[in-house]
């Protein structure tokens, strides 16, 4: 009799201590939550977007008190994930990691098969951002960008270059590089970087590009030919490469980024709790050792090294205008 008594007590003040929760944050005071967090990865288990969420949920576990729990949702270039989190409720405990390609790419790719509008996820923060590395088969007679484009020009279409999927970072990196080199390559998509590698070790894929981080252990180890990054400097971890800026495509410059974005609508006092969670990370000495391991760079968006939510919702609008041009000049869309 006292446990159920107990437990009707608990569930009729479960209203008003909601009440007082909201109360409390409408005042202004920091929010805190009081479950566990859902991280949606719109991606398989793997590769860099899997590494980044995990590592990032991590870290916000450790600050928040409380466990964010990875949950990978995959499918149509992440726009499963990205829906599922975008029709969540905004209360701070479902958000997701989100890329260059659910936060800018995908929207200018799939146009009206677009699942979900850019107003729909509010920017919380950038976590890191990753540059590409752009490899051939190890057998094809090039040791630079100008001596591809070169042989990409002779041949008039006949290489073909293989990425992670249509709509990925590498895609549209690839695009970007056709249309300033002015050449022609046949884009052969694959479900993920791994795929990718594979063939392209094995001789079957002329060209590939891909981020850094997935590819790095086979460019150390010459089982492909890496000609240069896309970044605007030199990686940290490939530091003898050449950007493709230096390599003679001036202005070139793109980065896949990894970041959390929240379903529109989340109170004030949650977005600041969480964007100064995901400041303080970025900030973090051990978060930057463990990110440079695989070729990350800081995102640096605010002139303390930070990443505040406004400025990352206005670096990802930037990013959509980018990707829309080059999407519009190469004709990259998904039928």
């Not at 566990?36 to 793997?46: K, Y």
Request: proline fraction near 7%.
């Amino acid at each position: 009799m006292t446990t159920r008594r107990t437990l009707l007590a608990a569930t009729l003040a479960l209203p008003a201590l909601r009440n007082a929760q909201a109360q409390t944050q409408a005042q202004g005071a920091p929010w805190s939550p009081t479950r566990p967090i859902r991280l949606v990865i719109p991606f398989t288990p793997a590769g860099t977007t899997d590494l980044v969420g995990r590592i990032g949920a991590e870290r916000l576990s450790a600050r928040l008190g409380q466990q964010v729990v990875v949950e990978n949702r995959a499918g149509a270039g992440g726009n499963v994930g990205a829906e599922f989190v975008a029709k969540a409720e905004p209360d701070g405990y479902t958000l997701l990691l989100t890329t260059i390609g659910t936060g800018a790419i995908n929207y200018a790719v799939y146009g009206d098969k677009m699942p979900y509008r850019p107003q729909d996820l509010a920017a919380v923060g950038l976590f890191i951002r990753v540059p590409n590395v752009l490899m051939v088969r190890r057998d094809l007679p090039v040791n630079s960008i100008a001596e591809l484009t070169a042989l990409a020009r002779s041949r008039n279409g006949g290489l073909n270059y293989g990425t992670a999927g249509i709509g990925s970072s590498p895609h549209v990196c690839t695009e970007l590089y056709k249309i300033m080199a002015g050449i022609d390559m046949t884009h052969v998509p694959y479900r993920g970087s791994a795929p990718m590698l594979t063939e392209l070790i094995a001789g079957r894929v002329d060209v590939g590009m891909d981020n850094i981080p997935s590819s790095l252990g086979h460019c150390r180890e010459g089982t492909v030919k890496p000609l240069a990054t896309t970044g605007l400097t030199r990686s940290a971890v490939l530091p003898n490469l050449p950007t493709m800026d230096e390599a003679g495509l001036k202005g070139f410059e793109t980065t896949a980024w990894f970041g959390v974005l929240a379903p529109a609508g989340l109170p004030a006092p949650v977005l600041a709790r969480l964007s100064q969670e995901i400041d303080a990370i970025v900030k973090e000495p051990a978060f930057h050792a463990r990110m440079a391991e695989f070729g990350g760079e800081m995102p640096a968006l605010t002139a303390d090294g930070g990443s505040s939510a406004a400025n990352f919702e206005t670096f990802i609008a930037s990013e959509r205008r980018k990707w829309a041009d080059v999407v519009r000049r190469s004709g990259a869309r998904v039928e």
